[in-house]
Protein backbone atom coordinates (compact mmCIF):
# COMPACT_ATOMS: atom_id res chain seq x y z
CA UNK A 1 0.00 0.00 0.00
CA UNK A 2 2.73 2.28 0.79
CA UNK A 3 4.72 2.02 -2.22
CA UNK A 4 1.04 2.23 -4.76
CA UNK A 5 0.79 5.52 -2.47
CA UNK A 6 4.49 6.44 -3.10
CA UNK A 7 4.28 5.91 -6.69
CA UNK A 8 0.77 7.46 -7.66
CA UNK A 9 2.42 10.33 -5.56
CA UNK A 10 5.20 10.36 -7.86
CA UNK A 11 3.06 10.10 -11.19
CA UNK A 12 1.01 12.81 -9.80
CA UNK A 13 4.07 15.35 -9.02
CA UNK A 14 5.90 14.69 -12.38
CA UNK A 15 2.17 15.19 -14.18
CA UNK A 16 1.80 18.20 -12.84
CA UNK A 17 4.26 20.56 -14.60
CA UNK A 18 2.67 19.14 -17.50
CA UNK A 19 -0.45 20.26 -17.17
CA UNK A 20 -0.17 24.24 -18.04
CA UNK A 21 1.17 23.69 -21.08
CA UNK A 22 -1.41 20.94 -22.33
CA UNK A 23 -4.31 23.80 -20.84
CA UNK A 24 -2.86 26.20 -23.24
CA UNK A 25 -3.60 23.63 -26.27
CA UNK A 26 -7.28 23.55 -25.18
CA UNK A 27 -9.38 25.22 -27.94
CA UNK A 28 -11.10 28.67 -27.21
CA UNK A 29 -14.08 30.54 -28.31
CA UNK A 30 -13.13 33.26 -30.49
CA UNK A 31 -16.40 34.65 -30.32
CA UNK A 32 -15.77 37.16 -27.71
CA UNK A 33 -13.00 38.42 -29.92
CA UNK A 34 -15.19 38.57 -33.37
CA UNK A 35 -17.45 40.66 -31.10
CA UNK A 36 -14.94 42.76 -30.17
CA UNK A 37 -13.82 43.55 -33.85
CA UNK A 38 -17.67 43.69 -35.45
CA UNK A 39 -18.84 46.09 -32.22
CA UNK A 40 -22.06 43.69 -32.07
CA UNK A 41 -22.43 44.07 -35.97
CA UNK A 42 -24.00 40.92 -37.79
CA UNK A 43 -21.24 38.31 -39.78
CA UNK A 44 -21.64 37.49 -42.65
CA UNK A 45 -20.71 34.17 -44.19
CA UNK A 46 -18.49 34.93 -48.14
CA UNK A 47 -16.64 37.01 -49.53
CA UNK A 48 -13.98 35.88 -47.49
CA UNK A 49 -11.37 33.08 -48.46
CA UNK A 50 -8.78 31.67 -46.17
CA UNK A 51 -6.19 29.26 -47.93
CA UNK A 52 -4.19 27.10 -45.81
CA UNK A 53 -3.26 23.38 -46.36
CA UNK A 54 -5.01 20.51 -45.33
CA UNK A 55 -2.50 19.41 -43.65
CA UNK A 56 0.71 20.99 -42.22
CA UNK A 57 3.63 18.68 -41.15
CA UNK A 58 5.20 21.45 -39.00
CA UNK A 59 2.69 24.06 -37.28
CA UNK A 60 5.75 26.41 -37.12
CA UNK A 61 5.89 27.98 -40.46
CA UNK A 62 2.47 27.00 -42.47
CA UNK A 63 1.62 29.24 -45.96
CA UNK A 64 -1.33 30.93 -45.62
CA UNK A 65 -2.98 33.16 -48.11
CA UNK A 66 -6.39 35.60 -47.67
CA UNK A 67 -8.69 36.65 -50.19
CA UNK A 68 -11.63 38.93 -50.27
CA UNK A 69 -13.89 39.41 -52.85
CA UNK A 70 -14.11 43.05 -53.42
CA UNK A 71 -13.78 45.32 -56.31
CA UNK A 72 -10.98 47.18 -54.71
CA UNK A 73 -12.55 51.10 -55.61
CA UNK A 74 -12.72 54.18 -53.43
CA UNK A 75 -16.57 53.43 -52.91
CA UNK A 76 -16.00 49.56 -52.41
CA UNK A 77 -13.05 48.78 -50.67
CA UNK A 78 -11.66 46.17 -47.80
CA UNK A 79 -10.47 48.13 -44.61
CA UNK A 80 -9.05 45.49 -42.64
CA UNK A 81 -8.61 41.71 -42.66
CA UNK A 82 -8.34 39.95 -39.53
CA UNK A 83 -6.57 36.31 -38.46
CA UNK A 84 -8.29 34.76 -35.68
CA UNK A 85 -6.92 31.36 -33.66
CA UNK A 86 -9.06 28.70 -31.80
CA UNK A 87 -6.09 27.04 -30.56
CA UNK A 88 -3.14 29.05 -30.64
CA UNK A 89 -2.44 31.19 -27.03
CA UNK A 90 -2.27 34.46 -29.19
CA UNK A 91 -5.91 34.06 -30.61
CA UNK A 92 -5.32 37.46 -32.75
CA UNK A 93 -2.38 36.30 -34.87
CA UNK A 94 -2.75 39.64 -37.12
CA UNK A 95 -4.74 42.20 -38.45
CA UNK A 96 -3.43 43.60 -41.83
CA UNK A 97 -4.98 47.33 -42.55
CA UNK A 98 -5.78 47.97 -46.15
CA UNK A 99 -6.89 50.85 -47.96
CA UNK A 100 -8.39 52.26 -51.22
CA UNK A 101 -4.78 52.35 -52.72
CA UNK A 102 -4.94 48.17 -52.20
CA UNK A 103 -5.93 47.42 -55.35
CA UNK A 104 -6.17 43.76 -54.50
CA UNK A 105 -7.50 42.38 -51.51
CA UNK A 106 -5.07 39.45 -51.35
CA UNK A 107 -2.58 38.97 -48.00
CA UNK A 108 0.28 36.36 -48.01
CA UNK A 109 1.95 35.36 -45.10
CA UNK A 110 3.32 32.28 -43.13
CA UNK A 111 1.52 31.60 -39.79
CA UNK A 112 2.35 29.87 -36.42
CA UNK A 113 -0.38 26.84 -35.36
CA UNK A 114 -0.75 25.05 -31.76
CA UNK A 115 -1.99 22.01 -33.31
CA UNK A 116 -4.84 21.57 -35.63
CA UNK A 117 -7.81 23.98 -35.56
CA UNK A 118 -9.67 26.02 -38.04
CA UNK A 119 -8.26 29.32 -38.74
CA UNK A 120 -10.91 32.24 -39.26
CA UNK A 121 -10.12 35.26 -41.36
CA UNK A 122 -12.63 38.41 -40.44
CA UNK A 123 -13.14 41.61 -43.19
CA UNK A 124 -14.29 44.96 -42.48
CA UNK A 125 -15.47 46.29 -45.89
CA UNK A 126 -15.58 49.98 -46.32
CA UNK A 127 -19.68 49.96 -46.56
CA UNK A 128 -19.25 48.73 -42.55
CA UNK A 129 -19.71 45.15 -43.36
CA UNK A 130 -18.16 41.96 -41.97
CA UNK A 131 -17.60 38.80 -43.84
CA UNK A 132 -15.64 35.76 -42.39
CA UNK A 133 -14.52 33.08 -43.83
CA UNK A 134 -12.43 30.09 -42.41
CA UNK A 135 -9.64 26.82 -42.70
CA UNK A 136 -10.02 23.87 -41.32
CA UNK A 137 -6.03 22.37 -40.94
CA UNK A 138 -4.69 19.61 -39.56
CA UNK A 139 -1.27 20.12 -38.09
CA UNK A 140 1.25 17.19 -37.47
CA UNK A 141 3.90 19.23 -35.41
CA UNK A 142 2.47 21.93 -33.27
CA UNK A 143 4.36 25.46 -32.93
CA UNK A 144 4.90 26.69 -29.49
CA UNK A 145 5.02 23.09 -27.33
CA UNK A 146 8.01 21.95 -28.42
CA UNK A 147 10.93 22.89 -26.80
CA UNK A 148 13.68 23.34 -29.41
CA UNK B 1 17.25 43.33 -38.41
CA UNK B 2 17.74 42.35 -41.93
CA UNK B 3 15.32 43.00 -44.62
CA UNK B 4 14.42 42.31 -48.08
CA UNK B 5 11.93 43.74 -50.39
CA UNK B 6 10.86 42.52 -53.18
CA UNK B 7 9.21 45.81 -55.73
CA UNK B 8 9.02 46.10 -59.54
CA UNK B 9 11.45 48.49 -60.24
CA UNK B 10 9.31 50.38 -62.64
CA UNK B 11 5.25 50.13 -63.56
CA UNK B 12 2.74 51.81 -65.52
CA UNK B 13 0.19 54.05 -63.91
CA UNK B 14 -2.46 52.38 -62.45
CA UNK B 15 -0.96 49.26 -62.81
CA UNK B 16 -1.55 46.66 -60.17
CA UNK B 17 1.75 46.03 -58.23
CA UNK B 18 2.72 43.22 -55.89
CA UNK B 19 5.00 44.29 -52.81
CA UNK B 20 6.82 41.41 -50.99
CA UNK B 21 8.83 41.86 -47.61
CA UNK B 22 10.62 39.16 -45.78
CA UNK B 23 12.46 40.43 -42.10
CA UNK B 24 15.15 38.61 -40.51
CA UNK B 25 13.46 38.12 -36.99
CA UNK B 26 13.01 35.10 -34.47
CA UNK B 27 9.43 36.05 -33.55
CA UNK B 28 10.21 34.38 -30.38
CA UNK B 29 6.49 33.51 -29.09
CA UNK B 30 7.04 33.98 -24.83
CA UNK B 31 6.14 30.21 -24.57
CA UNK B 32 9.70 28.37 -25.25
CA UNK B 33 11.93 27.24 -22.82
CA UNK B 34 15.91 27.76 -22.81
CA UNK B 35 18.33 24.56 -21.97
CA UNK B 36 17.96 24.73 -18.35
CA UNK B 37 14.13 26.05 -18.49
CA UNK B 38 13.83 29.37 -18.10
CA UNK B 39 11.22 31.05 -20.24
CA UNK B 40 12.41 32.91 -23.13
CA UNK B 41 11.15 36.35 -23.43
CA UNK B 42 8.76 37.14 -26.49
CA UNK B 43 9.77 39.33 -28.69
CA UNK B 44 8.03 39.78 -32.05
CA UNK B 45 7.51 42.28 -34.62
CA UNK B 46 4.21 43.73 -33.42
CA UNK B 47 3.58 46.36 -35.71
CA UNK B 48 4.98 46.79 -39.86
CA UNK B 49 4.12 49.93 -41.68
CA UNK B 50 4.61 50.33 -45.78
CA UNK B 51 4.10 53.82 -46.88
CA UNK B 52 4.45 55.57 -50.69
CA UNK B 53 5.78 59.43 -50.41
CA UNK B 54 4.83 59.12 -46.50
CA UNK B 55 1.42 58.05 -47.66
CA UNK B 56 0.05 54.71 -45.60
CA UNK B 57 -0.07 52.20 -48.20
CA UNK B 58 -0.53 48.68 -46.00
CA UNK B 59 -0.25 48.47 -42.18
CA UNK B 60 -0.24 45.13 -40.36
CA UNK B 61 -0.22 43.96 -36.73
CA UNK B 62 1.43 41.09 -36.02
CA UNK B 63 1.45 38.54 -33.02
CA UNK B 64 3.06 35.34 -32.30
CA UNK B 65 1.42 33.83 -34.54
CA UNK B 66 3.20 34.73 -37.53
CA UNK B 67 6.00 32.63 -38.08
CA UNK B 68 10.07 33.38 -37.60
CA UNK B 69 10.93 35.36 -40.52
CA UNK B 70 7.91 37.09 -40.84
CA UNK B 71 7.05 37.25 -44.62
CA UNK B 72 4.40 39.56 -45.89
CA UNK B 73 2.84 39.68 -49.22
CA UNK B 74 0.38 42.50 -50.55
CA UNK B 75 -0.85 44.83 -53.39
CA UNK B 76 -1.34 48.22 -54.42
CA UNK B 77 -1.96 50.57 -57.44
CA UNK B 78 0.67 52.18 -58.64
CA UNK B 79 -0.19 55.95 -58.77
CA UNK B 80 2.56 57.86 -58.74
CA UNK B 81 6.87 57.64 -58.87
CA UNK B 82 8.70 57.45 -55.44
CA UNK B 83 10.12 55.59 -52.38
CA UNK B 84 8.35 52.73 -50.63
CA UNK B 85 9.18 52.36 -46.75
CA UNK B 86 8.55 49.97 -45.15
CA UNK B 87 9.25 50.17 -41.21
CA UNK B 88 8.86 47.61 -38.39
CA UNK B 89 9.27 47.64 -34.12
CA UNK B 90 9.38 44.60 -32.04
CA UNK B 91 8.61 43.89 -28.30
CA UNK B 92 12.05 45.30 -27.75
CA UNK B 93 11.33 48.43 -29.00
CA UNK B 94 13.95 47.86 -32.06
CA UNK B 95 13.08 49.30 -35.05
CA UNK B 96 14.09 48.98 -38.72
CA UNK B 97 13.59 50.36 -42.05
CA UNK B 98 13.95 49.18 -45.56
CA UNK B 99 13.47 51.87 -48.82
CA UNK B 100 13.17 51.16 -52.54
CA UNK B 101 11.97 53.25 -55.06
CA UNK B 102 9.81 52.95 -58.04
CA UNK B 103 8.90 54.82 -61.31
CA UNK B 104 6.03 55.08 -62.33
CA UNK B 105 5.18 55.68 -66.02
Same mark, same amino acid.
Not at chain 1, 18 to 28: E, F, G, K, T, V
Not at chain 1, 30 to 51: F, K, S, W
Not at chain 1, 81 to 92: A, D, G, K, Q
Not at chain 2, 96 to 104: A, L
Given at each position: ???????? =????????????????? %?????????????? =????? %????????? %?????????????????????????????????????????????? %??? =????????????????????????????? #?????????? #??????? | ???????????? *??????????????????? *?????? *???? *???? @?????????????????????????????? @??????????????????????????????
Amino acid at each position: MKRRHFLA =GAAGALLAPALPRAARA %QYNSIEPLIRAITG =GAPLN %QGRVTLELP %QLADNGNSVPMRVTVASPMTSADYVKSIHLLSERNPVPRMATFHLG %QRT =GKAEIRSRVRLAGSQRVTAVAELSDGSFW #SGSAQVVVTL #SACMDES | MVARVQIPKEAK *RGELIELRIVIQHPMETGY *RHDEIG *RLIK *RNVI @TSLLCNLNGAEVFRAELSPGIAANPYLQFY @TVAEASGEFEFSWIDDEGKRGSERQSIVVR
